[in-house]
């Protein structure tokens, strides 16, 4: 089983932030947290990833807790191209080679024109 | 750079027949991946890949169910004889296999198995 929760589905309305949710609460101090993002007939793409720290790249940010037991995605200003499924993942290093990523059904975002 | 690539990009069989497909993974990168995606759900993993070796196979159905990476660059998957419950999209990915491993995903073959 997955071991995040997220919302089904959201909408967000272009040019807003959209801000997605998910619980990790049983993540364990050398999980990652990793989110991908599925657009329609095509591969999952990585978007960002961060261990305690927030993270900030090209494509979004990422707030993670203190406690790390939720962390939020964020999209600062949303286009019709981001509508997609969105997946968040905990997993430790590959290091440990008994890691799986879990992808469970992820967050359906819908941009709204 | 080019990204990974998969083919066929969809494949129409029936059931009791064979299939293949292919993966080549982006240049430099150790470690490639089989996934099987339903719809409606997220990816599973199917195995994984250090080099030639397949680290990961415990969710591989051995019983009709083939991979393989001669020369730890490209890989093929095959189902021998398919079923209509394996109709999916049969991802591959890959990465550098460093310490965070970032995954890269090919756009899939969709297999429709009737």
């Known amino acids: 089983d997955a071991k995040t929760t997220q919302p089904t589905s959201m909408d967000c309305a272009e040019g807003r932030a959209a801000n997605l949710p998910c619980n990790h609460s049983?993540?364990?101090?050398?999980?990652?947290v990793y989110w991908y993002r599925q657009i329609h007939s095509q591969g999952p793409q990585y978007i960002i990833h961060?261990?305690?720290n927030n993270e900030t790249n090209e494509m979004a940010s990422l707030i993670i807790t203190e406690d790390r037991k939720s962390s939020t995605l964020i999209l600062p200003h949303a286009t019709l191209r981001d509508t997609a499924v969105y997946y968040c993942?905990?997993?430790?290093?590959?290091?440990?080679?008994?890691?799986?990523?879990?992808f469970g059904k992820g967050t359906r975002l819908h941009i709204l024109p | 750079e080019a990204g990974v690539v998969q083919s066929p990009r969809y494949k129409i069989i029936e059931k009791k027949q064979p299939v293949a497909f292919w993966c080549n993974p982006i240049?430099?990168?150790?470690?490639l991946y089989w996934y099987l995606q339903n719809l409606g759900q997220g990816p599973e993993l199917l195995i994984r890949?250090?080099?030639?070796?397949?680290?990961?196979d415990s969710q591989l159905p051995k019983d009709r169910f083939s991979a393989e990476r001669l020369k730890g660059v490209d890989s093929t998957l095959k189902i021998q004889p398919a079923e209509l419950g394996d109709s999916a999209v049969y991802l591959c990915a890959s990465s550098w296999g460093g310490t965070t491993d970032t995954q890269y995903f090919g756009p899939g073959t969709r297999l429709t198995v009737l």
């Open positions: 890949y250090e080099n030639e070796e397949a680290v990961d």
């Open positions: 240049s430099g990168h150790n470690t």
């Open positions: 049983t993540i364990s101090g050398n999980e990652y």
């Open positions: 961060g261990l305690k």
């Open positions: 993942i905990v997993r430790v290093s590959i290091m440990n080679r008994d890691d799986k990523i879990i």
